[in-house]
């Protein structure tokens, strides 16, 4: 377990895309929006002269989830989430258990928070024998990112006990076919579960995500939201993208990307390559010496992939991709093959 922050928490797949570069290094699926919704999302801005209101798309997330609407806030993506929780919690020990997106760390930082980190070794697989008996406040992904494990609903939930929020961001859990492992409609008391409809349709400039949680929890923090801090527009989205006939379209994509992830990882495997295994959601993880220097080459030759060493618990060897369709990684797999690789 460390203290330590030396990485830089900050850094986030964006940065390293631009320039023309092929985009392997941020998780959002491309080709999105499709037009169905982005006739929406054009379509809300005539009502734009009026303030916001999330009550349609807060009933289509409750029906979603088979919660009650007093369980769900909407925020302005999982971000925003992340800090609200910062702001509301006053947690005596809070563990962030790595490698895992690194917001929720960098936030409960900037709100004066110490943070304890517990580093998954074994393929990151979780134990939750692995965290301290008095954390109060622990946080962890499913499917984690960046290294696309699917951790077991029951090995979550175990991390709650009484005096203890455990956070679980499930962003990327809508690209799991079925999402076995979620427990967005489980919520077991204590638990917060964080989603975000970025990366599935494609939504990452309209910041659109939401919170589940008790009702006490979601009023607490609904009180240090900013006033109307979700738009019109991406309330239209959250509702739209709630919508059973939107749920059944992720599921048949997310289905179709398993098949892709697999393949891919089954390639850079059969080259001798460290992927993380039994990846799960739209990226994968893999180790591979010089790493940085791999991806500064890959840069030369127009491909953006992410470091992995802004995330603790990895390292200068790792890097992440993002898994596109066939013919695109096909075309990032002969540029790795012509460096021997």
Request: with cysteine; aromatic share 4%; proline share 7%.
């Amino acid at each position: 377990m460390s203290a330590a922050y030396e990485v830089d928490l900050r850094h986030h797949g964006d940065a390293e895309i631009g320039g023309g570069l092929a985009d392997f290094a941020v998780n959002v699926r491309t080709g999105m929006p499709p037009e169905w919704l982005a006739e929406r999302i054009r379509a809300s801005v005539a009502d734009l002269a009026a303030y916001p209101d999330p009550r349609p798309a807060r009933r289509a997330v409750a029906r979603r989830h088979g919660r009650s609407v007093e369980e769900v806030l909407l925020t302005a993506g999982a971000a925003e989430a992340f800090v609200l929780l910062a702001r509301v919690l006053a947690p005596r020990r809070a563990v962030v258990v790595h490698p895992q997106f690194t917001e929720p760390e960098a936030a409960l930082r900037a709100a004066g928070h110490e943070v304890e980190r517990v580093i998954l070794s074994k393929d990151f697989v979780l134990d939750p024998g692995l965290v301290p008996e008095d954390a109060d406040l622990v946080v962890v992904g499913n499917p984690t990112n960046p290294t696309s494990v699917l951790h077991p609903a029951d090995a979550v939930a175990a991390l709650a006990r009484p005096g203890r929020t455990v956070v679980v961001d499930e962003a990327f859990m809508d690209v799991v076919p079925g999402e076995p492992e979620s427990l967005a409609s489980r919520l077991p008391t204590g638990v917060v579960v964080i989603r975000s409809l970025t990366k599935t349709w494609g939504l990452a400039g309209l910041r659109a995500g939401y919170v589940l949680a008790d009702p006490h929890l979601v009023g607490r923090l609904a009180e240090a939201q900013p006033l109307w801090a979700v738009s019109t527009p991406a309330l239209v989205a959250v509702e739209a993208c709630s919508s059973p006939e939107a749920v059944a379209e992720a599921e048949a994509w997310a289905v179709q990307l398993g098949a892709e992830r697999d393949r891919l990882a089954a390639e850079l495997t059969g080259r001798g390559l460290y992927v993380v295994p039994e990846a799960r959601a739209s990226f994968l993880c893999l180790c591979v010496p010089d790493a940085l220097g791999i991806r500064a080459l890959l840069r030369q030759r127009g491909y953006a992939v992410r470091r992995g060493d802004t995330f603790p618990g990895l390292g200068s060897d790792w890097l992440r991709i993002a898994v596109r369709d066939r013919p695109a990684n096909d075309r990032l797999l002969g540029v790795l093959g012509e460096l021997g690789i």
